[in-house]
């Protein structure tokens, strides 16, 4: 809701800078999402002139010459392209110095070769309307140099709220107004409907029937006779403009300015196109279709509204009006539509058609029936001064107001329970009051009568206990902390593990994100996932936000992907990213599985290049390997991997990772296909774990080994291999040939080369030895050493090089 200030002022004026206002309103309740400005700057350089002379430029046929009287400093020369522009004209006109709405500062300007001190102005060039074809053309009696400001609303900082569904009186000029003057105490204007100009009874010739009352809680109409239709006056445009709104032509601007005063949405039916004379309120057929206001064809079911005549639907209830009964240039006759609609259908229909309007984000909220004559009431007296009109005799109102309104108990001493900090029952009362409230004294408190436009949100004791808090200020309660009775907060032993795996990716210099728990299903598509692949399971949303997102995730690739093609397209070639959140699959059962990830993705360099190294390793498998290894050590957990594939990795670059012998996850590089489908021309490495197992076989407690007492006895090994022997499984043999005393066995280095001959490759071992009770010697280890040739002999074909 973007509210002009120069129009809430005329409501409520609170005589606070923006930003004061703006900081009120957001401590009670009412949050400003953002204040704009709107229009001009430099006010004062925006005047009233009076053109003197109008004559033809001597080198452009389509430009004028004009002498203008702007008040002081006499009478100045200005270049105008407009072709209504005449002598005797009273106009708007911004002189050398005045900063126009698109920041655009003006100066004296040559326009072919003679001299323009400003510029006479047209209505879009104030921001205050959308006509350009001609000059603005004001009112005979204002005088040269009057500031502009003062004719016109130029210029006005606009407060763009974040209104609650709760809170639909907040979508109305005149609620925000009541906001303020609770919260400053602003004297508050009468309302704008305080004076009905209609009158009772029927209208002749017209007649409504609503079928579903149910979803049509009242209907209220008026006709006029002799309407003009034609362009509204600027201040009417300028406030629409600055509430977002653009004008079109009286008749509809009046409809848009009313619901934005009063919240309550409005539509005008050219009566001579509403056939019959005959309005009916009914649900829809199945298949169903009317064109809509837009010019779209819009296919109904038999859950949503129809308002129709003679020959069929001419609007969707609550939502749009119907092409075919708008109003336009030649409409002398029109029908004032002012209805209440039942909010969840409205949401719905708008919902399923994938049509949202003004209307539709109000109704939707719930609005008061109430609402309706109000907004009748000051669109009628807007008609009548605008259009020329002349009001048919009576009004139709089917349905009427809302249920009377319930009476709440306030206790002075439950306020003062709840908040923590007594308020005095005076002060309860006039905040609620200055909200709207009827407020009667009782004994031990207040009887509070709520107002229609809050029926349906505050319905007990504590929804006005928080109405007197967040008007009397929330700042003002004291700062205490929850009773804790010797209890103290801690991390669970699974949250320190995770925290510590996290902690261990971000020291190797990891960022990690935090994706939507939602993707769509062509995501398995693009992962090159089989039919049977459990990852396609997915759990569906039911009331989905955008197609992306319609359904659960089933693994963290996507989402990291995505955010790695996002950097990638803009220049971040470098990445290391990794997301930890929850996966869920549809496994048949009455709740989906889920259980928390850890994934992981290396594109590019993996350290920036220096003038003193060569070109620094890229993202691959053993990159990626050793991220996952520096996070599942920080855990504590024994884990190997062994070659394996994945539909979306690339095939021998790719492995499953074990924890304790349990299958936890894969590891590997994008396979081509897939790094084409998020636009990774260099490719990327992966890896993805169940967290939750891996952390089943995690070490929790720390055991400590005295590491100091006696010292370690090193031997390097070389042996060769078979090329496909993985080192993996070398390390495994050492280890298990090594017995207790091997306390570390590390590849150091690889050869392949003609020493070894083809086929075989020289892998170079570090072994360490330690003993807790004694140093050990040469002749301690010579036997362990031997076992583990032997090993690797018999074992894997391992022969000792010399």
Known sequence: MRVPVEWLSE??????????????????????????????????????????EAG????????????????????????????????????????????????????????????????????????????????MVLDDGLEPGTPLAGVLPIATDVLELEVTPNRPDCLAIYGVAREVHAATGAPLADPPWTEDLGTPGQIEGVEVV??????????????????????????????????????????????NY?????????????????????????????????????????????????????????????????????????????????????????????????LRSEASGRFEKGLAPEQAMEAQIVATRLMLELTGARLVPGTIDVGGDGPAGIVVRLREHRVEEILGRPIPRPRQAEILRALGFGVEEAPGGLEVLVPAFRRNDVTREADLIEEVARID???????????????????????????????????????????????????????????????RRFVALEN??????????????????????????????????FEAGNVYRDDGAELPHEHRSLAGVLVGRLHPQTWGTSEPPRASFFAAKGMLGAALDAVRVRWDVEPA??????????????????????IGELHPLAARAWDLDHGAALFEVDLDRVLGHADAVAHYVDLTSFPELRMDLSVTLDDDVPAATVLATVREAGGELLAGVRVFDLYRGEQVGEGRKSLALALSFRAADRTLTDEDVAPLRDRIVAALRDGLGGELRA
């Open 11 to 52: 409501y409520a004026d609170a005589g606070l800078p923006t930003g004061a206002l703006e900081q009120r309103l957001t401590m009670t309740g009412t949050k400003v999402e953002a204040v704009h400005h709107h229009g001009v700057d430099e006010l004062e350089r925006f005047v009233i002139g009076r053109v003197l």
């Open 56 to 135: 033809r430029h001597p080198d452009a046929d389509r430009l004028s010459v004009c002498m203008v009287d702007v008040g002081d400093g006499g009478p100045q020369q200005i270049v105008c392209g407009a072709p209504n522009v005449a002598a005797g004209q009273i106009v708007a006109v911004a002189r050398p110095g005045a900063v126009m709405p698109d920041g655009t500062k003006l100066g004296v300007a040559k326009l072919r070769g003679v001299e323009s001190n400003g510029m006479i102005l047209a209505e879009d060039e104030l921001a205050i309307g959308t006509e350009h074809a001609g000059i």
């Open 210 to 255: 609503v079928e579903a009352g149910d979803l049509c809680p009242r209907f209220t109409a008026r006709a006029f006779e002799d309407v003009t239709i034609g362009p509204s006056p600027p201040w009417l445009k300028a406030r629409l403009m600055a509430a977002g709104q653009r004008p079109i032509n009286n008749v509809v601007d009046i409809t």
């Open 258 to 354: 009313v619901m934005l005063l009063v919240g309550s949405p409005l539509h005008a039916f050219d009566l001579d196109r509403v056939a019959g004379g005959r309005l009916v309120v009914r649900r829809a057929q199945d298949g169903e279709q009317v064109t809509t206001l837009d010019g779209q064809v819009r296919t109904l079911d038999d859950q949503m509204l129809v308002i129709d005549d003679a020959d069929g639907p001419t609007s969707i209830a609550g939502v749009m009006g119907g092409e075919r009964s708008e109003v336009h240039e030649g409409t002398t006759r029109v029908l004032m539509e002012v209805a209440n609609w039942d909010g969840p259908n409205i949401h719905r229909t708008s919902q399923v058609l994938g």
């Open 473 to 535: 200020g929330l700042e003002k309660l004291p700062a205490t902390l929850p009773k804790r009775r010797g209890s103290a907060g801690r991390l669970t032993v699974q949250q320190r593990l995770r925290r510590r795996a996290i902690d261990a990716l971000v020291g190797r210099g990891m960022y990690e994100i935090v994706g939507w728990s939602f993707t769509d299903p062509g995501l398995a598509d693009r992962l090159r996932l089989g039919p049977d692949d459990p990852r």
């Open 544 to 577: 989905p936000m955008s197609e992306d997102h319609t359904v659960m995730r089933t693994t963290l690739l996507g989402s990291l992907l995505d955010a790695t093609r996002h950097n990638v397209a803009r220049g971040r070639s470098d990445l290391a990213l």
């Open 645 to 666: 594939s994945e539909p979306f990795l690339h095939p021998g670059r790719s492995a499953r990772v074990l924890a304790g012998g349990e299958d936890v996850g894969w």
